[in-house]
């Protein structure tokens, strides 16, 4: 066997997270992990002391590449359709990346935050956050933020599971965001804040 390169904590996390990505969770493990990187399974846990910590590192990874899939989509667009196409973005990260996107919501055994309440968790809640006050014309929307989320989640996992069908959402999901886009304008032009 090749003497491996210097072992980082980015090396086994970019190389737990192509086994995650490929496998889910149960594709991940020490013994696979030690294989793939060329060392003993011993070495992993001089940088991560448990398998709960590598998840709980690629849970704030998800969360960033979701922040950044949804700033990318909505750069140079006005707050509506920037606000549509992070929606876009949102749905297309849950459906093309569906190990990491469950890994956001779902509790590591030992630590009882997701991802989502990491650091990058929380920059990824800002970005919804600033891209739904934009449009609103509330800084700190936080009813629209989370009415939004929610539909969001709602059909990424309905999605998921099949619940749609072959004939998929149709329109559903077009309509159900129009409303709430339309939502979060009208209470900008009337200069309300969300109750």
Do not use: C
């Not at 086994?12 to 149960?26: K, V």
């Not at 992990?33 to 910590?53: Q, T």
């Not at 006050?133 to 059909?155: C, Q």
């Amino acid at each position: 066997m090749p003497y491996p390169t210097k072992l980082t904590p980015a090396t086994i996390e970019n190389a737990a997270w192509q086994l995650f990505q490929q496998g889910g969770p149960d594709a991940l493990s020490m013994r696979p992990l030690a294989d793939v990187l060329g060392v003993r399974p011993g070495s992993l846990y001089r940088h991560f002391d448990s398998r709960d910590a590598l998840l709980g590192a690629l849970a704030a990874r998800a969360a960033h590449e979701l922040q950044l899939e949804l700033q990318t989509a909505a750069e140079d667009h006005l707050p509506r359709n920037a606000l549509q196409a992070a929606a876009g973005a949102y749905l297309h990260y849950a459906r093309s990346n569906p190990h990491a996107y469950a890994l956001l919501l779902v509790p590591a055994e030992a630590d009882p935050q997701p991802g989502l309440k990491t650091t990058a968790g929380k920059a990824l809640w800002n970005t919804l956050l600033r891209l739904v006050g934009d449009l609103s014309g509330h800084p700190d929307d936080t009813d629209h933020a989370v009415a939004l989320w929610t539909f969001l989640h709602g059909a990424a996992s309905l999605e998921r599971a099949g619940i749609y069908g072959p004939s998929g959402p149709r329109g559903g999901i077009d309509l159900g965001l129009a409303a709430l886009l339309d939502h979060m304008q009208e209470a900008g032009a009337g200069g309300n804040p969300p109750s």
